[in-house]
C-alpha cells in the first residue's frame, strides 16, 4: 500500500546539514570573517572575511542549499548582501536593494526562498524577500509593531517567524510568515520580552528563540508557530548573538557579548538546549548566522 497523503500537506524534510556564523564587531573592530559549523555541531576556526566588515546584518536560507548574509551596519548602515555557496563559501558584495539598515532579522520560508525584516533607522517593520536564486527584492511595507534586534527562524518545515526586540521598549510579540512570504498581524508576545536574542529551527518542523538581553532563557516555536513559556536558561547569559540549524534537525547558538564571547550551544532535535562548549575563532557580537548545503 502506498501512503496517503493529505492534499495540501508538507512533507517535512532534513534541514541542511551545515552551518556558518558571519561578520560582527567587537572593541570596536568591525569583521567580515566567518566560522563554518559542521554537521557534527563542531565549530572551525576563521575563515578570512570577504566582503564589507560589518555589524548588526542578518542571514537566511535560500535556493534549498545556500545561504545570504545581508544589511548591517560599517557605521553607517547598509543594505549589501554577500551570498553563501552551497559548500560555505561566502560571495563578494552584491549592491545592496531596499531601505539600509542593522538589527534586522531573516529567515526562510517556502522550502527555497527566504525574508529579512524589521531593523533599526530608527525601528522599522519593512521586509525585503529573497528568491531562490538569492536575489533580495525591494521593500515591502511592514505589517505588525515596529522594532529592531528581533530574531527569527523558520518553523512547519516551510514556514517562518519574527519574534521579540525592541520598539524602543523590549517586547515579546510575534510575526507568523506564510508559505508565500506574506507577514502576518501581532501576535500578543509569549515569554520575556528582549531583544538581542537569537532563533533557529531544529527538529526538522520547529523552532527556538534563545537569550537575549541578559538572559539564557529559550522560547520554544510549535510545528505550528505557537511559541512556549519560559524556558528556564541552560549556559552563559548573553545578547548580541546568532543561530542556526545545522546536522539537519539541531541547532546552535554562538557568540555574543558581554565582553565579546565566543563559546556556542547545541540544541538537540528535541530542543534541549546544553551547557556551554569552549569558544573557537575571534570574540564578537552583532553577527548573523544560517544554514548550508
Given amino acids: 500500500m502506498f501512503p496517503i497523503i493529505p492534499a495540501n500537506s508538507v512533507a517535512e524534510e532534513a534541514g541542511n546539514s551545515e552551518g556558518i556564523f558571519g561578520f560582527g564587531s567587537y572593541g570596536g573592530t568591525k569583521y567580515a570573517m566567518t566560522n563554518l559549523v559542521s554537521n557534527a555541531g563542531v565549530v572551525a576556526t576563521d575563515t578570512a572575511g570577504v566582503g564589507t ?7 537566511c536560507e535560500y535556493g534549498g542549499d545556500k545561504g545570504i548574509f545581508g544589511f548591517g551596519s560599517t557605521g553607517s548602515n547598509t543594505a549589501v548582501t554577500n551570498l553563501v555557496s552551497n559548500a560555505g563559501v561566502v560571495a563578494t558584495d552584491t549592491a545592496g536593494v531596499g531601505t539600509a539598515r542593522r538589527y534586522v532579522a531573516a529567515c526562510g520560508y517556502g522550502e527555497d526562498k527566504g525574508i529579512f525584516g524589521f531593523g533599526y533607522s530608527p525601528a522599522l517593520s519593512m521586509t525585503n524577500l529573497v528568491s ?7 521593500d515591502t511595507a511592514g505589517v505588525g509593531t515596529a522594532r529592531y534586534a528581533p530574531a527569527a527562524c523558520e518553523y512547519g ?3 517562518g517567524i ?9 517586547t515579546s510579540v510575534t510575526n507568523l510568515v506564510s ?5 502576518a498581524t501581532d501576535t500578543a508576545g509569549v515569554g520575556t520580552g528582549r531583544n538581542g536574542l537569537a532563533a533557529c529551527s531544529y527538529g526538522e518542523d520547529k523552532g527556538i528563540f534563545g537569550y537575549g538581553w541578559t538572559t539564557a532563557v529559550t522560547n520554544l516555536v510549535s510545528n505550528v508557530g505557537v511559541v512556549s513559556s519560559d524556558v528556564t536558561g541552560v549556559g552563559t547569559a548573553r545578547g ?4 542556526t540549524q545545522y546536522g539537519g534537525d539541531k541547532g546552535i547558538f554562538g557568540y555574543g557579548s558581554p565582553g ?20 573557537v575563532g575571534t570574540m564578537r557580537d552583532d553577527l548573523a548566522a544560517c544554514s548550508f548545503n
Avoid: Q
Fill in 132 to 138: 531562490n536564486a538569492g536575489v533580495v527584492a525591494t
Fill in 179 to 183: 508559505n508565500a512570504g506574506v507577514v
Fill in 162 to 170: 519574527f519574534g521579540y526586540g525592541r520598539t524602543p521598549s523590549v
Fill in 157 to 159: 518545515g516551510d514556514k
Fill in 240 to 243: 548580541s548573538l546568532a543561530a
Fill in 260 to 279: 565579546g564571547i565566543t563559546m556556542t550551544n547545541l540544541v538537540s532535535n528535541t530542543g534541549v538546549v546544553a551547557t556551554d562548549t569552549a569558544g
Fill in 53 to 59: 566588515a560589518r555589524f548588526g546584518p542578518a542571514a
